[in-house]
């Protein structure tokens, strides 16, 4: 996942796409999907035509730290 080159203002939350959000958690997109459909992951936000996930959510729901594995 690129570095933004800029920061966020406070609060702003990063959402990744489907295939950022896979590689982040080291699983497959059809293991995405399936943790979806049964409720282990959050829905996505779809905006513009394309799901977005939120880092934090997906997080929270694994039982992640924030920095991740």
Do not use: C, F, N
């Amino acid at each position: 996942m690129a570095t933004p080159s800029h920061p966020l203002p406070p609060g702003v939350t990063p959402y990744l796409r489907i295939a950022d959000l896979t590689a982040w958690l080291r699983i497959s997109r059809s293991t995405a999907y399936d943790w979806i459909a049964k409720g282990r992951l959050p829905q996505g936000v779809r905006i513009g035509g394309v799901t977005l996930y939120d880092p934090r959510a997906v997080s929270d729901a694994l039982g992640l730290d924030q920095e991740g594995r």
